[in-house]
């Protein structure tokens, strides 16, 4: 069962050309606004690109990532595929990947005892790169 749907971007143009791409981001990366993790125990990351992604090794890495503070975040599972063409990919992270992201720090989860946010972080194959139609969506369901 579906239990959140959060869309992270929309047909929007993702360009590392242009610096920082958004909070928390970089000259080549792009990292969403944080979420509080709600304890669902699995996602999906649906990534699709409605044109290629120009520029110098041109390709956009999708990942889910987690903090135990708000401010150090590390990726969850495995990051998708670069991408570089017209294309959708879908990533599903399992209950065994946000266990071993957090388990160092909780012992039990849940019940919570910690808030942990997720974002999602998107890097560029190179300062140049540009993306001008990104769609985002992080999908949390109950497997």
Do not use: C
Not at 33 to 57: D, N
Not at 80 to 98: H, W
């Amino acid at each position: 069962m579906i239990t959140n749907v959060r869309q992270i971007l929309n047909h929007e143009a993702v360009s590392a050309a242009s610096g920082a791409l958004g909070t928390g981001g970089s000259a080549t990366t792009y990292a969403s606004p944080s979420w509080t993790w709600g304890g669902e125990p699995s996602f999906v990351v649906m990534t699709k690109l409605g044109a290629a992604v120009t520029g110098t090794t041109p390709g956009l890495i999708v990942a889910l990532q987690g903090s135990t503070d708000g401010a150090a975040f590390a990726t969850i599972g495995s990051a998708g595929a670069s991408l570089s063409t017209a294309i959708s990919q879908a990533v599903l992270i399992t209950t065994a990947n946000l266990t071993s992201a957090f388990v160092a720090l909780s012992s039990s989860i849940p019940p919570f005892t910690h808030t942990y946010t997720l974002r999602v972080l998107i890097t560029a194959g190179n300062v140049d790169n540009v993306a001008p139609d990104v769609s985002v969506d992080v999908v949390a369901f109950n497997s």
